[in-house]
T-cell receptor
Framework: NAGVTQTPKFRILKIGQSMTLQCTQD?????MYWYRQDPGMGLKLIYY???????DKGEVPNGYNVSRSTTEDFPLRLELAAPSQTSVYFC??????????????FGAGSRLTVL | QKEVEQNSGPLSVPEGAIASLNCTYS??????FFWYRQYSGKSPELIMS????GDKEDGRFTAQLNKASQYVSLLIRDSQPSDSATYLC??????????????FGKGTKLSVKP
């Protein structure tokens, strides 16, 4: 039971580089999310998806892009990395039905540093 | 701007004591309330959810909700050193079927001293 798997766990980028954070879940959850967490701060929603082919912006979408071609995968793309994107990124998923609604299962996180 | 406020702490309690964690929220239409625990360097994990006014107990944990006061709390009885973590309050508004409006507080860091 893998749950939510994120890769890579750590990455250092130079300013202006691009990269993709991968996220896969095996729980057949419709809803998937990307959050960032800065030191001492709560989780800020970047993008979310309610199903394959459907994505929407969260609170802090600038500088990021997402796609959702399958139920399982929800990659986050960083274009032209900036120091302000240094953070820990969490992918999460949830079921929209019944008591599981809004119960987020998180991946282990990806720590990104932009220098 | 919908907000969820928590004291950042650290909140320090002796082993065996009751730890009381508090959270206030600004959106009066909020429907669902959650407490997540996050150990240092780890991802958040859900420990309690509450949807209606009153108390909800689960083992050593009790969540309390007062919608009139826009206040939700988490009590941890018989605190253990293993409870030392950051506790995140999360609130979901009333916005139809959208799952994009779960708002997190900054978290309260709890330290339980042996």
């Amino acid at each position: 039971n893998a749950g939510v798997t994120q890769t890579p766990k750590f990455r250092i980028l130079k300013i202006g580089q691009s990269m993709t954070l991968q996220c896969t879940q095996d729980m057949n959850h419709n809803y998937m999310y990307w959050y960032r967490q800065d030191p001492g701060m709560g989780l800020k929603l970047i993008y979310y998806s309610v199903g394959a082919g459907i994505t929407d912006k969260g609170e802090v979408p600038n500088g990021y892009n997402v796609s959702r071609s399958t139920t399982e995968d929800f990659p986050l793309r960083l274009e032209l990395a900036a120091p302000s994107q240094t953070s820990v990124y969490f992918c999460a998923s949830s079921s929209p039905l019944g008591s599981g609604a809004n119960v987020l299962t998180f991946g282990a996180g990806s720590r990104l540093t932009v220098l | 701007q919908k907000e969820v406020e928590q004291n950042s702490g650290p909140l320090s309690v002796p082993e065996g004591a009751i730890a009381s964690l508090n959270c206030t929220y600004s959106d009066r239409g909020s429907q669902s309330f959650f407490w997540y625990r996050q150990y240092s360097g780890k991802s958040p994990e859900l420990i309690m959810s509450i949807y209606s006014n009153g108390d909800k107990e689960d083992g050593r944990f009790t969540a309390q909700l007062n919608k009139a006061s826009q206040y939700v709390s988490l009590l941890i009885r018989d605190s253990q050193p293993s409870d030392s973590a950051t506790y995140l309050c999360a609130v979901r508004g009333r916005n139809g079927g959208s799952q994009g409006n779960l708002i997190f507080g900054k978290g309260t860091k709890l330290s339980v001293k042996p």
